[in-house]
């Protein structure tokens, strides 16, 4: 069955900390995404790629920066967290023609 | 601003009953939709996709798409407490199909 794990699935860090949050996927998807969840706003996209070493801007970006190392892997790098950073964030993978798959979520609390 | 507006914000709707969510989208380059289920604790998981005008019906639910007026809804026949969850309408970008915008959610209660 199709998966996506994230980790962690809970992170407390301080304001001005450096914190990444892990993808990986075993679905063979080309396509992978970073959302954060924030109540009122749904699901809102930071950043996604087409495939290893593609990078492309989503509608939130400020703050966050992103990496596709392989075909598997999507890091969502956050190197000055701030408070309004603290956010429920979901990776999802997905080829063309499907729908997404979705990991469990992480949980960001910065303080 | 949001692409995707969805209502009511939170339904609650007596076990066995009707449950209906409405989703408007503001850019008519949005040709298909889907919906997508989120219970507590979970990522969301897609429920169905709407190509064309009209009804697809898939068990219990039914979507229901016009794209003259850029609306699309998602009804729940005989409602189940195992329904109770945040339900998601999302649409790609015409010019950029990789990317899905999603709506701000529904709340969904079925009351026992």
């Known amino acids: 069955e199709a998966a996506v794990t994230q980790s962690p699935r809970n992170k407390v860090t301080v304001t001005g900390g450096n914190v990444t949050l892990s993808c990986r996927q075993t679905n063979s998807h080309n396509y992978m995404y970073w959302y954060r969840q924030d109540t009122g706003h749904g699901l809102r996209l930071i950043h996604y790629s087409y495939g290893a070493g593609n990078l492309q801007i989503g509608d939130v970006p400020d703050g966050y920066k992103a990496t596709r190392t392989t075909q598997e892997d999507f890091f969502l790098l956050l190197e000055l967290a701030s408070p309004s950073q603290t956010s429920l964030y979901f990776c999802?993978?997905?080829?063309?023609?499907?729908?997404?798959?979705f990991g469990s979520g992480t949980r960001l609390l910065v303080i | 601003q949001q692409k995707v507006q969805q209502s009511p914000e939170s339904l609650s709707v007596p076990e066995g009953g009707m449950a209906s969510l409405n989703c408007t989208s503001s850019d008519h380059n949005f040709q298909y939709f889907w919906w997508y289920r989120q219970h507590s604790g979970e990522g969301p998981k897609a429920l169905m996709s709407i190509f064309s005008d009209g009804d697809k019906k898939e068990g219990r639910f039914t979507a229901h798409l016009n794209k003259a007026s850029l609306h699309v809804s998602l009804h729940i026949r005989d409602s189940q407490p195992s329904d109770s969850a945040l339900y998601f309408c999302a649409a790609p970008m015409n010019y950029n199909q990789g990317k899905l915008i999603f709506g701000q959610g529904t709340k969904l209660s079925i009351k026992p």
């Open positions: 999802a993978s997905r080829t063309a023609n499907s729908d997404y798959t």
